[in-house]
């Protein structure tokens, strides 16, 4: 059972209507994140595909390989950040050299 639904007490939309002042910053911060995302996401796969097709000169499919493994990659860097921040890890060692 979801934590929202298991709690006794369940505010009501005009408790959470008047924290909005409260909170307006980071609501807006995370509005521009998301658009920033949403950018930067159409920038990686549609104009880096339109590039290695037409400047490289790679077929259809060979053009996807370069993307699939730069974003396995960056998959692999954010898990090892979750797994490092939280468990610390002695420095030095290959996960929290990724980490950073």
């Not at 339109?50 to 499919?61: G, H």
């Not at 420095?91 to 050299?97: D, K, N, V």
């Given at each position: 059972?979801?934590?929202?639904?298991?709690?006794?007490?369940?505010?009501s939309?005009?408790?959470?209507?008047?924290?909005?002042?409260?909170?307006?910053?980071?609501?807006?911060?995370?509005?521009?994140?998301?658009?920033?995302?949403?950018?930067?996401?159409?920038?990686?796969?549609?104009h880096?595909?339109?590039?290695?097709?037409?400047?490289?000169?790679?077929?259809?499919?060979?053009?996807?390989?370069?993307?699939f493994?730069?974003?396995?990659?960056?998959?692999?860097?954010?898990?090892?950040?979750?797994?490092?921040?939280?468990?610390?890890?002695?420095?030095?060692?290959?996960?929290?050299?990724?980490?950073?």
């Amino acid at each position: 059972m979801p934590r929202f639904l298991a709690r006794e007490h369940h505010p009501s939309r005009r408790k959470y209507s008047a924290r909005w002042p409260e909170s307006w910053r980071i609501v807006l911060a995370r509005m521009l994140l998301a658009v920033i995302a949403t950018a930067c996401f159409y920038l990686n796969t549609v104009h880096r595909l339109a590039f290695r097709m037409n400047v490289l000169k790679l077929s259809e499919d060979d053009g996807l390989i370069p993307g699939f493994v730069t974003t396995l990659r960056i998959y692999r860097r954010a898990e090892a950040r979750q797994v490092a921040a939280q468990t610390e890890l002695p420095s030095g060692t290959r996960a929290s050299m990724i980490a950073r």
